[in-house]
């Protein structure tokens, strides 16, 4: 079985990536591109850039203080080497295998005898092995090493990259044993690589050693720093923490390890405590775009409620990261609140940060972007994660390889199996060719044009002698979906919609999704909102850019009338707004409210979908709109 | 004359530390504290981290990379050498006056022949001198020596901080100057320095060194960083500039130095630019506590109405620095706006940092808190700027002597006189003998125990032959004040409330400010502030502690009636308010308003002067208060 996450048990089973194929639609264009452009254009920064060199160097003797990279470059091959492996499996691309012969042949050069790789530490003019866990990310670059490995492994079998894998695995669990280096990476990754590849390769060891990481952490193991032990979870053991904190990706990534230990070990206790932080965290610290990440001095989560749209750091990265967890969770327990989120994430942060060429990506998706980013050109090295412009590339570029081996394996996440049947969790026009226990055909092919629309198609594609049951996500948003199946039509709750029947072949159900742009409100505790509304379309944030009105002047005094019906055009919505004539004050805290000034005509106010942003053009945008002051009854209760 | 700043030539002339003497009240009793326990704490506090060893080991040549303190460290001890300097002039206190010889000898033995004065570059073990000028704060160290020696200079004469001062201000020349290195410092404060020693000692070549620094900036002189050159105001030539950005002390020393330059040039075009500045920062970019600076991230200014309260950093030493400018900007214009600003920021940013024993300090000045701080121990040096608690030192450290060279020098601040008369800008018991051009005398005695009344008495302490002018601030906040003289009372507007007369010892005139509490409102362009409305009372901002409360789990959902009256209690005031039922949400984005849930009883919502907050152990804390449904009609103008 292909996938990137294999737990050895579950309420639901993945499908092999064999067994579903994206033959189109939103994400297979995206896929597209992924392949065609994106992954030559992370190779050829990274080679630019010397990332790839630095392999080399450690190879000819050649190390130095001049390495040019930060201490976590690897990690970015690494990451690129897992993309391509799952890229080279969907299609048998001759050069997408050569890719990845080519560069595992000057990584394993790198590697030294004893199973070390590293091209920043333990070598000639660098800083010796393992002498800065808290920032030197040399376990975290092994754990993204794993991860490439476990998607050959899986792909492939055991070839050159997995083997090295193996001996930089080992090397881990001789220094980092129990009767070893009691430490741990200041940047957690080599735990979910430890989990996987244990799991790929049923070494127990692995695992055990991801378990020992793991719990570990919390007890001030690393050394303090300013912005404290939160801000690599060594604050509270994992068991024990309430909810995420600190940086974002550290803390997804960690949890995302919990979930695979708490699996193999049959640990409830630990799995209890990371759906725990779920659902603090989502309830309490997530942004509507699904987003996780308030703050940018630390890229980490802020405190319960503070949520500020313009200041939002929604790094790529912890989209990605945020997926792993809620996928795994799923899998354990079946809840379809994972993958509610997961869907909330893929539309709504992970198709926002690449550009429509594949050649350029948010770093931090921001609901607020104040003043228009300055254009980037092609050519230019981002220093900065907030420019409100999609980059070529940054100077620390984490998310360009994130977001490839996330759309490289995309069809891993849209379907899953039980004893009783399939359950599709994500709309796209696919083929799916699962095999139920029994060797019971679960065959259908999906067709859809969602989330532009809310039908989607399900057709059968083989006989089922016996009954098998067809399972389709309804998500929490979709109040009265409705169902047809076999001539009949009926209304269907948010959660699993069930039908079970021994299918023929041609055999249709549909589903139908109100996907009619709505208002979203923020809940009266997030001070940041205070008085505003947002706009959705099924699965979709909209947001207004400054580009798009008639006078992008009035952006900053514009307000919508909530009372009003968003309208869908193809484009995303229209809302009925208005530009209020504010003086312009030398003292912003008048003595009264601003309550006399004029209003403008009322207008359609255009909003697209918040992915969309920045693709014209530098703009102001904002997802959250101030309503107007008849509206504001009720924002807050009464 | 004796002032912190003497401008060669200006609309109004700064009154001298001798003829003005604070005589208790708030600042007169605060400014006790700080010649009683902070200025011990402080040093003792130095002495211990080494800080002050670290020049010992300059003169013994002991130098090496084991430095403890940041490079700016050497910075602390000079601002103290010049808090102890003006507070031995206030005092003549022996002990302080042996402080600053005792510090002073040390420091001597630290610099080298040629004038050169630092103890992070330079010796053995270290970096090379002016090798990190973007990082290295080796000039701005020297600026701050500068203010030290401008002390002693104004207060005791030329001494041996003077003359090491005139060493290490002629190396700078030589080295900086027009034919020397192209560069500048990436932190701003050698060319305040500069501008007001070369004042106190008459030397031109000072203040055109400052001239050289300022038109030097905003040309990319320093390398570029991921913070981009905004930072450090090197992105925009000061005269360019519309608006300060990037660090906060940075851009506003660098503002500050640039008046005094404009003002010895007659250069009208940079003193437009500063005030165009100040203009567009105060209106869009200052909290209504008068803090600045927006984003933890980079200590800086935020955009334009991005002016979040809970992550508000309002560092202690940008509310110094904004006094500066301020009261540069007064001295040059006469302009009341300028000391308005500087009352709002001594009560309500420079009067909350020090604790009521003078041994703890607020570095940043938040306008919410969410979470209560931790209590730090009084021998912890916090590394954060965030706790939410006063702690004992910092890490980073420039606040505590910050407030205390401020404190030091208040009396500076409260009165200034020209041609005419005396104006009184800040209300405080004191006694002020001035005297007017030919020798007349203006002398009086203010008693007031403002701002717990709007009560200012002043009685005239010497007969004066010929008329002279008494002007008074009416703060723009006060509308309705009233002033009493000769038995007659009169409506003052905002402005300089003025009487002339041929005073006779033991005439009285009487300003009356309103006091009572009032509802100020945000601008609507303010996001975060959004449906919000605060509480002022007089000069100062009152907030609402989670402790005062009669539940502090409802903090999170208290809501105001805006359209009952603030009501004055001895301690603050009290405002109509009720805590909402909110449900705990899954997801905090509803289809529809919060409008359904159950608000409990009303009850009068104790509200505490700002500065006093987290005096009473740890709490949440908030400024603007969340309004009740109804009072949100008109937040928003309709």
Redesign the interface.
Known sequence: MTSPVLPSHGRARPLGLAQVSLTGGFWGSRQAVNATATLAHCESWMERLGWLANFDRVADGTTGPDRPGWSFSDSEVYKLLEALAWESARTGDPGTEAAIKRLTARVARAQDPDGYLNTCFGHAGQPPRYSDLEMGHELYNTGHLLQAAVARLRTRGEDDLVRLARRAADHVCRVFGPDGLAGICGHPEIEVGLAEFGRALGEERYVEQARLFLDRRGRGTLR???L?RAYFQDDVPIREAPVWRGHAVRALYLAAAAVDVAVERGDDELLRAVERQW?RS???R?Y?TGGMGS???DEGF?????L????AYCETCAGVASIMVSWRLYLATGDV?YTDLIERTLYNVIATSPSADGRAFFYANPL?Q??PGRPAGPDEVS??AEAGVRAAWF?VSCCPTNVARTLASLHAYLATSDDEGLQIHQYAPCEIRAELPGGRPAAVDVETDYPVSGAVRVRIAADAPAPWTLALRVP??A?GAMLTEGGRTRPVEPGLARVRRAFRAGDEIVLHLPVEP???????????L?????VERGPEVLCLESRDLPDPGGF??L?VD?RSVPRAVPDGARVRGRT???A????????????????GEWFDVPLRPYHEWARHGPSSMRIFL?????G???????
């Open positions: 303090d720093i300013p404290g659902e989502v309830a309490r997530t509507l703050r940018h001095q802020g405190e319960d409620w503070e500020p749209p313009d200041r609140r607020h104040r003043v220093p900065r100077d929490a948003w109040a709505r208002f979203t409100w923020p809940d009266p505790r997030i001070d940041a205070r008085g505003c509304v947002a900053d005094s307000v909530p209020l004539a504010l312009d004050p030398s003292w912003p805290y008048p003595a009264g409210p601003a309550g006399a000034a004029e209003g101030p309503v107007a002051p008849d504001l009854e009720g924002t807050v209760a009464r």
